[in-house]
């Protein structure tokens, strides 16, 4: 291993203009519907700046000492011209971004008809765990958490179902798909995709036994669908590529897979764009 303090500073240089250094993670940019818009923000300061889209606050990084925001795109915006709003002390300034088509196809699925038509009990539980979920996932954290160079994939396996296909469950028009399904053998390891805390630990009835870890910013990732987490409680750090639990098939699933969800300020995005481009 290589001790900076100990290097000599043409060592520091080289691994400076090599891009060795301290170049963490970078998303890839897609300005569609549950794509990132990659934006960047004329500060000067180290200070991290204020972005805001949809009255959300925006995550930002720094890259070759320039701030940008990564804003997630919801499946719901509306394709055409739309903006971001840098906070300045002279006001809100515009980051303007155009957003295209709905680019995702249409998919039908048969599921026990329990997923479809729901008892009134199910309903109620639904309307419970609905905003415990969403709480977890779309709270912005102003912490800022070391993200490593590349992302850690959270289970190796065939891509079995896109992210943002439009859904048709027994025939019934439902939510479109909001993560990246990889297929599995049951109880293949699931392990975290980036460092974070744990924010959610719970058995929901569509998402099964499921995990939100919390990377800080507004930027949070979900498992489901699990058979077994791993020993993990609410509050845990957790680094990228700890075992977080076992593939399974619980809630709403036509067989063993993990549903992966990456969010970026409260929208649901393509968990393909934090991938290394295949
Ligand atoms: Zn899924």
Not at 17 to 40: D, M
Not at 42 to 55: C, K, L, M, W
Not at 81 to 102: C, I, K, M, N, S
Not at 254 to 274: C, I, K, Q, Y
């Amino acid at each position: 291993m290589l001790s900076l303090a100990r290097a000599p500073l043409f060592t520091l240089l080289l691994l400076i203009s090599t891009g060795l250094l301290a170049e963490g993670f970078w998303p890839r940019q897609a300005l569609v519907p549950g794509g990132i818009a990659v934006l960047e923000v004329p500060q000067r300061s180290e200070a991290p700046p204020h972005v805001y889209f949809n009255d959300r606050r925006v995550y930002t990084a720094q890259k070759e000492g320039r701030w940008y925001a990564w804003v997630g795109i919801p499946l719901n915006q509306k394709a055409g011209q739309t903006q971001a709003l840098w906070r300045t002390r002279d006001g809100d300034l515009p980051l303007a971004f155009e957003v295209g088509d709905y680019p995702y196809e249409e998919q039908h699925l048969d599921v026990d008809f329990r997923y479809v038509e729901l008892s009134e009990e199910d309903l109620a539980r639904v309307r419970r765990e609905t905003p415990e979920l969403r709480g977890a996932m779309d709270e912005f954290r102003p912490v800022r958490v070391r993200l490593p160079g590349e992302v850690t994939k959270p289970l190796e396996g065939r891509h079995s179902s896109p992210f943002g296909l439009r859904r048709v469950f027994n025939g019934e028009p439902r939510n479109p798909h909001s993560g990246l399904d990889i297929a599995a053998p049951m109880d293949s390891p699931i392990v975290a995709a980036f460092p974070g805390r744990v924010v959610a630990k719970n058995h929901y009835f569509f998402n099964g036994k499921t995990l939100v870890i919390d990377h800080g910013m507004g930027m949070t990732s979900m498992y489901c669908h699990m058979n077994a987490f791993a020993d993990l409680k609410i509050g845990d750090e957790v680094e990228a590529g700890q075992l977080i639990g076992k593939v399974g098939t619980t809630g709403r699933s036509t067989g063993p897979h993990l549903h992966w969800t990456m969010s970026l300020n409260g929208a649901r995005v393509d968990p393909e764009l934090f991938l290394p481009e295949n």
